[in-house]
């Protein structure tokens, strides 16, 4: 529902025409100031101002921390509380490696879940391989219990809790089969 025009006058009060409560409007000053003329985003140089290397009509804010490139303002990528340009970024995402960027993290929960999960769904294939599947989808769990999870998810300690069981089912298998094997033997 709209309201009349008469209701953004400070001086009036309104009623709303769904609920009928009382109502003063106010509109800021910015509503009716023109648009600011200056475009966003970095200042021109003048003459014997700095320059930034990618940008050379516009006025240096400050220096990349890695190679020393004079940077302006549109330029500038805060990582942390390092500033880079876009070139240093891009190699940090690649060889460098920077610390302050994480583009992907090893879930251990997940395959603490997976290694104690698929050697029980393939039994009849991987018994023999469940003496180390077993402790290592306990280990996982435990060595990722701490960890920082999944970027997207977050920790997932359901997925290190049914890995920890899991696989400590396999281990019972394992030795329930061999205690099995023991108790057949002719004496």
Same mark, same amino acid.
Do not use: Y
């Given at each position: 529902?709209?309201?009349?025009?008469?209701?953004?006058?400070?001086?009036?009060?309104? !009623?709303?025409?769904?609920?009928?409560?009382?109502?003063?409007?106010? *509109?800021?000053?910015?509503?009716?100031?023109?648009?600011?003329?200056?475009?966003?985003?970095?200042?021109?140089?003048?003459?014997?101002?700095?320059?930034?290397?990618?940008?050379?009509?516009?006025?240096?804010? *400050? @220096?990349?921390?890695?190679?020393?490139?004079?940077?302006?303002?549109?330029?500038?990528?805060? !990582?942390?509380?390092?500033?880079?340009? &876009?070139?240093? *970024?891009?190699?940090?995402?690649?060889?460098?490696?920077?610390?302050?960027?994480?583009?992907?993290?090893? !879930?251990?929960?997940?395959?603490?879940?997976?290694?104690?999960?698929? &050697?029980?769904?393939?039994?009849?294939?991987?018994?023999?391989?469940?003496?180390?599947?077993? &402790?290592?989808? !306990?280990?996982?769990?435990?060595?990722?219990?701490?960890?920082?999870?999944?970027?997207?998810?977050?920790?997932?300690?359901?997925?290190?809790? @049914?890995?920890?069981?899991?696989? *400590?089912?396999?281990?019972?298998?394992?030795?329930?089969?061999? @205690?099995?094997?023991?108790?057949?033997?002719?004496?």
């Amino acid at each position: 529902m709209a309201l009349a025009s008469h209701a953004l006058e400070p001086a009036q009060e309104a !009623v709303c025409p769904g609920c009928r409560m009382a109502l003063r409007g106010q *509109l800021f000053r910015a509503w009716w100031a023109p648009a600011p003329t200056r475009a966003f985003g970095s200042e021109r140089a003048l003459e014997g101002d700095a320059v930034c290397f990618f940008h050379p009509r516009n006025r240096a804010a *400050l @220096t990349c921390d890695i190679c020393g490139r004079f940077l302006c303002t549109i330029c500038d990528l805060p !990582v942390g509380s390092r500033h880079l340009c &876009p070139v240093c *970024l891009s190699n940090g995402l690649g060889q460098q490696k920077l610390p302050e960027i994480v583009p992907r993290r090893v !879930v251990w929960s997940r395959w603490s879940l997976w290694v104690g999960l698929l &050697p029980l769904l393939l039994g009849l294939f991987f018994w023999p391989f469940m003496i180390v599947t077993g &402790p290592s989808a !306990v280990a996982l769990a435990l060595i990722g219990w701490k960890r920082p999870g999944s970027l997207v998810h977050g920790p997932q300690r359901w997925a290190a809790v @049914t890995g920890i069981i899991l696989g *400590l089912v396999q281990l019972m298998v394992w030795f329930g089969f061999i @205690t099995m094997i023991a108790g057949a033997r002719p004496k």
